[in-house]
């Protein structure tokens, strides 16, 4: 599985983006999908992740609210739409994909992983 990332950019406080992160291959609606986020200096987090069918979504709590992951089986897509930014999600965004079909938080679960998109908010 190849994953592509895309919609980052540069941002002021308060406003939007909608990240896009485009799979290859036949097997996407197999695959629960995640995103994570990398700030400079820091580790890897976890941001939002969604079951196969996208009935199932979890959040971290720094986004719950603001942040919402939704997929598109038959395009082989998955998205983060970003609300009420604030400079604190300043990242390298990665969109990562589960074999396994579990919706967890947990990155070492994760089998396949994008390039990464920079999302910079400014105050």
């Known amino acids: 599985v190849q994953l592509q990332a895309s919609g980052g950019g540069l941002v002021q406080a308060g406003g939007s983006l909608r990240l896009s992160c485009a799979a290859s291959?036949?097997?996407?609606?197999?695959?629960?999908m995640g995103w994570f986020r990398q700030a400079p200096g820091k580790e890897r987090e976890f941001v939002a992740s969604?079951?196969?069918?996208?009935?199932?979504?979890y959040y971290a709590d720094s986004v719950k609210g603001r942040f919402t992951i939704s997929r598109d089986n038959a395009k082989n897509t998955v998205f983060l739409q970003m609300n009420s930014l604030a400079p604190e999600d300043t990242a390298v965004y990665y969109c990562a994909a589960d074999t396994s079909a579990i919706v967890t938080s947990i990155s070492y679960r994760y089998d396949y992983w994008g390039q990464g998109t920079q999302v910079t908010v400014s105050s």
């Open positions: 969604i079951s196969r069918n996208g009935g199932s979504t």
């Open positions: 291959g036949p097997t996407f609606s197999r695959y629960a």
